[in-house]
């Protein structure tokens, strides 16, 4: 017999309900690890770059694809995460839109916007995360410095790409066709 009892994990639907409590009455947003909750709050910076992203995205995404900010993404029972950006592709893209929830399938590829309060997670434990569950390609977006870091997959752990800065086009290694010049992901206005 054990003498250490087992954590109780929180469902998904729990969480979810807990999450959107949170959100209405603090404006955070959370995140759910091995029985912990998680809060952050995104600078205008963050937000910003976030929209730039989308924005790229939009347009250029194959018509199966869709880039989403905020979903709740599912890794295992116990780890809920909010990536910055994930792009879902495949047939049921609808589906998953209208269910404005959770997608049980593992993104293409992710975008994390790095901040003071969250570079070490992006950087090791997510990154980590992302990486044993097959998500094939991992940006890290830096508003500090203005660059931007392209990680790939390969046996299970990442592999910088290239570090991408100021007027370099940047240029999706699961998507060559989108391209897009990194200063424009932290402009302001999008006419500057």
Do not use: W
């Amino acid at each position: 017999m054990s003498l250490v009892n087992p954590i109780d994990f929180l469902t998904f639907e729990q969480f979810v309900k807990i999450a959107e409590s949170i959100k209405d009455n603090t404006g955070h947003i959370t995140e759910y690890s091995n029985g912990e909750i998680l809060y952050f709050s995104p600078t205008a910076k963050h937000s910003v770059s976030i929209n730039n992203i989308i924005g790229i995205l939009r347009n250029k995404l194959p018509n199966n694809c869709i880039a989403i900010s905020e979903l709740h993404v599912k890794f295992s029972e116990s780890e809920y995460r909010i990536p910055d950006i994930s792009v879902f592709c495949g047939m049921d893209i609808k589906e998953i839109y209208e269910n404005d929830t959770l997608h049980l399938e593992i993104p293409k590829l992710i975008f994390e916007v790095l901040s003071e309060s969250t570079e070490k997670s992006d950087r090791e434990y997510k990154m980590k995360l992302y990486a044993n569950n097959g998500i094939e390609e991992y940006l890290l977006v830096d508003y500090k410095n203005k660059t931007i870091e392209q990680y790939y997959l390969n046996d299970n752990s990442y592999k910088l790409n290239k570090k991408y800065i100021d007027k370099e086009l940047c240029a999706l290694l699961l998507y060559p066709q989108i391209s897009f010049v990194v200063s424009d992901v932290f402009k302001i206005f999008m006419n500057e």
